[in-house]
């Protein structure tokens, strides 16, 4: 498995492997002191990737709370979600971390995220000897053309469908505005929802 760390040209960062992780990680843990990486897996099991960040992406890996966690394959994007982006003995972070939701839409952001990517670096390589396997794991697929694999399509496509919108207010119905029983009530703008007496026409 060979993984790269990509970056868009705002900075957002993500790590994308040429397989698909078998384990979920649940957060990434940057080593400043020899620039490694090393994902943490839900099962508390570990992986320490093996080619050091360079220097000078530090400082955009330090404005990164969450990191993009993909994979593509024959073209496609097949893995696409977002992790705790944590650096290694620095508990303030942690509990910034704390305050920050992941995105709302995981596979919509993460395809925003690799079509926009315009640079980056190796990270990981199963075979470090293998001088041919340091190119960038996209391989030819340009990244603005990356579609989800039929998989993920599916979900995707569910997670942008317009959500069904609340049903507005109706009209008034007898009996249910002056007592506070009715949400109707309690949301017109008059406040409580009255129904005027009917006039008696013996009058």
């Given at each position: 498995?060979n993984?790269?760390?990509?970056?868009?040209?705002?900075?957002?960062?993500g790590?994308?492997?040429?397989?698909?992780?078998?384990?979920?990680?649940?957060?990434?843990v940057?080593?400043?002191?020899?620039?490694l990486?090393?994902?943490?897996?839900?099962?508390?099991?570990?992986?320490?990737?093996n080619i050091?960040?360079?220097?000078e992406?530090y400082?955009?890996?330090?404005?990164?709370?969450?990191?993009?966690i993909?994979?593509?394959?024959?073209?496609?994007?097949?893995?696409?979600?977002?992790?705790?982006?944590?650096?290694?003995?620095?508990?303030?972070?942690?509990?910034?971390l704390q305050?920050n939701?992941?995105?709302?839409?995981?596979?919509?952001?993460?395809?925003y995220?690799v079509k926009?990517?315009?640079?980056?670096?190796p990270v990981?390589?199963?075979?470090?000897?293998?001088e041919?396997?340091?190119g960038?794991?996209?391989g030819?697929?340009v990244?603005?053309?990356?579609?989800?694999?039929?998989?993920?399509?599916?979900?995707?496509?569910?997670?942008i469908?317009?959500?069904?919108a609340?049903?507005?207010?109706?009209?008034?119905?007898?009996g249910?505005?002056?007592?506070?029983?009715?949400?109707?009530?309690?949301i017109s703008?008059g406040g409580?929802?009255?129904?005027?007496?009917?006039?008696?026409?013996?009058?």
């Open positions: 498995m993984i790269d760390l990509l970056f868009t040209s705002a900075g957002e960062a790590l994308i492997s040429s397989e698909n992780l078998v384990k979920k990680l649940a957060g990434v940057f080593d400043t002191e020899n620039g990486l090393t994902f943490e897996y839900v099962d508390m099991d570990f992986l320490e990737l050091p960040v360079e220097r992406f400082a955009a890996l330090d404005k990164c709370q969450q990191i993009h993909g994979a593509i394959k024959d073209g496609n994007i097949a893995q696409a979600y977002q992790v705790p982006f944590m650096f290694l003995d620095d508990p303030y972070r942690g509990e910034a305050s939701a992941p995105p709302t839409q995981p596979l919509e952001a993460f395809g995220f926009s990517t315009v640079f980056g670096q990981h390589r199963e075979d470090l000897g293998d041919s396997a340091m960038c794991v996209l030819d697929a990244p603005s053309a990356l579609q989800f694999a039929p998989h993920l399509a599916r979900r995707h496509q569910m997670e469908a317009p959500k069904a609340p049903n507005a207010p109706g009209p008034s119905v007898p249910m505005g002056a007592g506070g029983g009715s949400a109707i009530g309690r703008r409580a929802n009255t129904i005027p007496p009917k006039k008696d026409d013996s009058e």
